[in-house]
């Protein structure tokens, strides 16, 4: 299934969500519990995979299944959908898009920040306030640790690199040098 098409069904759940006005939060728990039992069953998994099972059989089983997951009617029908249409195998790639497409609308991006050192909380929150400004965003950040770097920070959104690392700007400084 390409990207694409779990992008579809994602933007399309995103603007029943967001039509319904739906708790975001408890949407994306209950996408959380759905997926804890998806990942925990591998019989659950094999039914609803199997071509042998009907798409009415394979519902029934969902409607059985919600009566323990309490999902939310929408949510329920998202994933009746993906049943019926035969991509349910693709569940997760839709979650993940959903996911995304939900940060996305709320102005929300997400940044790769790789520091030499680990940061106090008060230098991330600086940190965290400079990258929202220069992303115009709000920032999901995810935070690594790599030495090599020396010292500053390499941030990371989206396929946007700002270097702001001692060894990024050595590795500058000795281009210059070698064209000079």
Request: no cysteine; net charge positive; charged share 25%.
């Amino acid at each position: 299934m390409s990207s694409a098409f779990a992008s579809r069904y994602a933007r399309a759940f995103a603007d029943v969500v967001g039509s319904a006005h739906l708790n975001t939060i408890a949407i994306d728990q209950q996408l959380t519990d759905f997926l804890a039992t998806w990942d925990g069953s591998t019989e659950l998994r094999s039914t609803f995979e199997n071509p042998a099972i009907s798409a009415t059989q394979k519902i029934a089983i969902l409607d059985k299944l919600n009566t323990k997951l309490g999902l939310q009617k929408e949510l329920r029908n998202l994933i009746a959908v993906l049943i019926h249409n035969d991509r349910i195998v693709h569940v997760k790639e839709v979650i993940a898009a959903y996911r995304a497409e939900l940060e996305e609308r709320q102005g929300i991006r997400q940044a790769e920040i790789t520091t030499a050192r680990e940061l106090p909380e008060d230098e991330r929150t600086t940190l965290l306030i400079g990258v929202g400004k220069l992303a115009g965003a709000k920032i999901q950040p995810t935070f690594k640790l790599d030495k090599s770097i020396l010292g500053g920070t390499v941030v990371r959104i989206g396929s946007t690199v700002y270097d702001g690392s001692v060894r990024g700007r050595l590795e500058r400084l000795k281009e210059v040098l070698v064209a000079g």
